[in-house]
């Protein structure tokens, strides 16, 4: 696991494990800014894109873009209020490019799997809009849903 703190121009920590990129808001700018969301936990095989602007004059940013998204288009204005993105400042610089080359590393990995992989990958979401359906229909609990989404996300 590799965890990135950023103190400005708000507090964040963006962690990356096996399965997951976690963001996590601290302080009373990110929250001013996005509100008490609480954490952003993107799951790493459904990551398409990165975004990345160096810091320099004006703020960096990272944005990340995954299945089902919606990616931002407005540059650094909109980067700071866009749940999937974190600024920085140019002390962040080396550490952000570190992140995004390993992250680009692993949808390059994620696209050169063999097709056996990616349906089961497919099976996955079908099996979570299974048991999503059996929950809005009342046969089963959300709690009982939500279980069974962490065995099959193997959370």
């Known amino acids: 696991m590799k965890k990135y703190v950023i103190k400005h121009p708000a507090k964040a920590e963006i962690t990356v494990d096996e399965n997951f990129i976690t ?7 990110s929250a001013a800014i996005h509100g008490m969301q609480g954490d952003k936990k ?21 944005q990340f873009a995954y299945s089902g998204s919606r990616e931002s288009k407005g540059g650094l204005y ?5 749940e999937n993105s974190v600024t920085f400042w140019p002390g962040n610089n080396s550490d952000m490019l570190e992140l995004k080359e ?7 990995e994620n696209l ?5 992989t990616i349906m089961n990958e ?4 079908d099996e979570l809009r299974k048991f999503k359906q059996l929950m809005d229909d009342g046969i089963i609990s959300e ?12 959370i």
Do not use: C, W
């Open 23 to 29: 963001i996590h808001r601290k302080g009373m700018m």
């Open 42 to 62: 993107i799951p790493l095989k459904s990551l398409t894109a990165i975004q990345f602007k160096k810091a320099g004059m004006t703020n960096g940013y990272i």
């Open 78 to 82: 909109d980067a700071t209020k866009d």
């Open 102 to 108: 390993y992250l680009e590393n692993k949808i390059v």
């Open 112 to 116: 050169n799997k063999p097709a056996e």
């Open 122 to 125: 497919k099976s996955d979401a």
């Open 143 to 154: 709690e009982e849903f939500e279980a069974k989404k962490k065995q099959i996300l193997g």
